[in-house]
């Protein structure tokens, strides 16, 4: 009866498959935010070692994003606007120049700077830590751990579809 027994397990699995062909892209893009989610989390835990911060609205700026297409996750410093890109700066560097007076002035302690341009070096506090997971023995479990669930969530799917 073993032999009967293992045909129903591979016809189960065979239906299984199928229905990861219809959903492949979906499926693909939840283990990629699932994943991504992880890799963020690995980010925000090496923050405070990286920057010597705790948290605050910096903090708050690591996001993670799944292309529409599902073949990649990102994870950044959000830039939602003008008024709150610092994070996107900090990270990936940039060249600030003044919009409406030919200096750039500011205070650093008690002395008043004034520069044509100022250049911020990219602080590595995201790609650094997030690199670090996904090399990870830890990020290899992760994956297994959240490919096992898509599949038991198409299992059960599929067996509701089967009992009615």
């Known amino acids: 009866m073993a032999y009967i027994e293992m045909e129903s397990q591979i016809d189960e699995a065979m239906e299984l498959l ?5 959903n492949e892209k979906r499926i693909k893009k939840s283990v990629l935010g699932m994943f991504g989610t992880k890799a963020k989390n690995a980010a925000k835990r090496q923050y405070s070692s990286v920057l010597n911060k705790k948290s605050g609205y910096l903090y708050k700026t690591i996001r993670r994003y799944v292309y529409t297409n599902g073949k990649a996750v990102v994870v950044t410093a959000h830039r939602k606007d003008d008024l709150n890109r610092y994070g996107f700066v900090l990270a990936h560097g940039a060249t600030i120049e003044p919009k409406e ?3 750039l002035t500011f205070k650093i302690g008690e002395k008043w700077i004034s520069r044509h341009s100022v250049t ?3 602080k590595d506090f995201i790609e650094r830590p997030t690199l670090r997971y996904v090399n990870s023995a830890q990020a290899e479990t992760d994956l297994e751990d959240i490919m096992q669930k898509q599949l038991d969530k198409l299992e059960e799917k599929q067996n509701k579809g089967t009992t009615k």
């Open 18 to 22: 199928d229905g990861i062909q219809h």
């Open 120 to 122: 911020i070096e990219p």
């Open 101 to 103: 007076h030919p200096v």
